[in-house]
């Protein structure tokens, strides 16, 4: 089964927005990460939050970590459509092993 | 700086023909990764190599081989391809190795896309 699972499944947007996405996992983590993929392309990752952290900032991206609750969430402020993408939640569980959630599809409408 | 190159990036087999992707990273990276991406299921690991010489398995290995032929190449091979294994195939590379968490970031290939008929 999925460690980590992505809400929404799919969100729409439009630009100057500001777009928010959760992850939950099951067990406990070294650190989480969050990459995107636009259509076709590999993955990218953008940002790593460890454990022992609750809240990270990378430019627009805003990233919370709340280990009671198992829980992550990911925000782009002032969304482009550029930011049009899929997200993916990936917990590293087990020595470098990431596992990925589902990933949630943002579109981000001009 | 290419970063990590999957070849081939297309491929149409038929049911019990063999193929072998292969990857190749030019960043002097220990681990290297093999994994697959379906409609809804997010990628899954297939196999991993924590350093040249190791392989390990990872979530789901069965119908899959690889080889690292050396620090910079991981190949995976199909040897009798099935429809269920129709999918994007990814490989990635990290800094990390060995029993030292991986806390670094993955760096991925554009990935190979397969279809098995």
């Known amino acids: 089964s999925q460690q980590g699972e992505e809400d929404p499944q799919a969100l729409s947007i439009q630009e100057g927005e500001n777009a928010t996405m959760n992850c939950s996992y099951k067990?406990?983590?070294?650190?989480l990460q969050w990459y995107r993929q636009n259509s076709g392309r590999g993955l990218v990752h953008l940002i790593l939050i460890r454990s022992n952290e609750r809240e990270k900032h990378s430019g627009r991206l805003r990233v919370t970590l709340d280990t009671s609750k198992k829980s992550s969430s990911l925000l782009i402020t002032a969304s482009r459509a550029a930011d049009t993408a899929s997200y993916f939640c990936a917990t590293d569980y087990s020595w470098g092993k990431l596992q990925f959630g589902a990933g949630t599809q943002v579109v981000v409408t001009p | 700086n290419a970063g990590v190159t999957q070849t081939p990036k297309f491929q149409v087999l038929k049911t019990g023909q063999s193929m072998t992707l292969q990857c190749a990273q030019d960043m002097n990276h220990n681990s290297m990764y093999w994994y697959r991406q379906d409609p809804g299921m997010g990628l899954r690991l297939i196999y991993y190599?924590?350093?040249?010489?190791?392989?390990d398995k990872g979530e789901v290995p069965n119908g899959y081989n690889v080889s690292r032929l050396n620090k910079r190449e991981f190949s995976l091979r199909l040897e009798s391809a099935a429809p269920s294994q129709t999918s994007v195939y990814f490989c990635?590379?990290?800094?990390?190795?060995?029993?030292?968490?991986?806390?670094?970031?993955?760096?991925f290939g554009e990935g190979s896309r397969l279809t098995v008929l």
């Open positions: 990635a590379s990290s800094p990390g190795q060995g029993l030292f968490p991986n806390t670094g970031e993955l760096f």
């Open positions: 190599s924590a350093s040249e010489g190791t392989t």
């Open positions: 067990t406990s983590i070294n650190n």
